[in-house]
């Protein structure tokens, strides 16, 4: 049986460091040249910074994102360099025994300009299964921290069996992990061509139908050159609606104001009714909201929606920066019956997801929600 040292030295070549303007994680080389990563890790951006064992690769495009299993596939990467990179397959979660050795490897909380794997030795405690999502997650005692998204479970024989990625449970000192077989199935169709993540073009004035229990939603970047951020969203309806601006990853966005500004920013100027300079719904007399405010690089969601309990209207947005539409495939088409589940996904802060009940007169169901 191999050692931890030899496990790591074998394994962390084919595990990469990938950056992203708004954080870190890791990634797997595979044999083919894709590199794997959760969905999170990458986020929204169209291309991702590669540090691995044998280079530095910028600009690698993301091919493809699947939100609701949490996984992305980048690259492929070419060239004679990357053709030197040790690569890893994916082997078998199910052989590996409750009890046996196991070893994450990723960069947890890696904040190195030259970033360095890691090793984290543990023992895998048991299988838990997603009915939602119907996949296993692996339970290890090795607790998984930022960064480590994307990283590898090893078993003790150093065979890759999963991804790290759901994160870790610090209360209870336990990690779950993404097997081997249902990381494999997931990213089978995410080879197919048409099945890439290409970004629509952006506008500066976009249009969008609503209702009061659905948002619009809209992905803009902000870049140094042009760094103040104005949004007007309307109703041609004069209807009464909300304006809301925040991060692609669901935080609150980081302004980006002089020192001598801030008691401008925080003193209530953008209304007494509510002083938060990202989200705007002063005004119930229809004619719309504005937001105008700097804020430091990166990917931002506008979000916008009626308050008026109305049906499907539409809505004007305009920019300082090309508005790139958000799909959301939860468009509340689905009806649902008694004895059937529906499974979805949060696309962002304020997405609202909608769903049909068919019943009888009279007829009383139990709804239950689990995430």
């Not at 280079?55 to 993301?62: L, M, R, S, Y």
């Not at 870049?223 to 104005?230: C, R, V, Y």
């Not at 509340?332 to 609202?352: E, F, K, M, P, V």
């Amino acid at each position: 049986m191999p050692t931890a040292v030899e496990v790591f030295a074998a394994a962390s070549p084919s595990v990469v460091f990938i950056e992203v303007p708004s954080g870190t994680g890791s990634g797997l080389v595979l044999s083919d040249g894709w590199v794997v990563t959760n969905a999170h890790v990458v986020g929204r951006y169209p291309t991702v910074r590669l540090f691995t064992s044998v280079g530095e690769f910028v600009d690698i495009p993301v091919h493809a994102r699947d939100w609701l299993n949490d996984l992305a596939l980048v690259g492929p990467l070419t060239g004679p360099v990357a053709e030197t990179l040790p690569a890893l397959d994916f082997g078998s979660a199910e052989t590996v025994r409750v009890g046996e050795a196991v070893y994450l490897v990723g960069f947890p909380g890696e904040v190195e300009s030259d970033p360095e794997a890691t090793i984290t030795a543990g023992i895998l405690s048991r299988r838990r299964r997603h009915p939602c999502l119907d996949v296993t997650f692996l339970q290890v005692d090795a607790l998984i921290a930022g960064g480590q998204s994307g990283g590898a479970l090893l078993d003790e024989r150093g065979n890759l069996i999963g991804i790290s990625g759901l994160g870790g449970f610090t209360d209870s000192n336990f990690g779950l992990v993404f097997s081997a077989e249902d990381v494999v199935r997931v990213l089978q169709p995410m080879y197919l061509p048409g099945s890439g993540s290409t970004e629509a073009p952006g506008r500066k004035r976009q249009e969008a139908a609503s209702a009061y229990y659905d948002t619009a939603a809209f992905l803009v970047t902000v870049t140094e050159a042009l760094p103040t951020l104005s949004v007007r969203a309307s109703a041609p309806s004069g209807a009464d609606i909300w304006l809301v601006i925040d991060s692609a990853d669901g935080f609150p966005p980081i302004p980006a104001y002089a020192d001598d500004e801030l008691d401008y920013l925080f003193g209530g100027t953008y209304g007494e009714e509510d002083p938060d300079a990202f989200y705007a719904d002063e005004n119930a007399e229809g004619d719309g909201e504005t937001l105008e405010v700097r804020v430091l690089p990166g990917r931002y969601v506008v979000s916008v929606g009626y308050w008026s309990p109305a049906e499907w209207e539409s809505l004007e947005v305009t920019s300082s920066h090309p508005l790139v539409p958000l799909d959301d495939p939860e468009n509340g088409s689905d009806t649902l019956r008694a004895g059937r589940s529906a499974t979805g996904n949060i696309g962002h802060l304020y997405d609202t997801d909608r769903f049909h009940i068919e019943l009888e007169a009279d007829e009383q169901v139990r709804i239950q929600v689990d995430s």
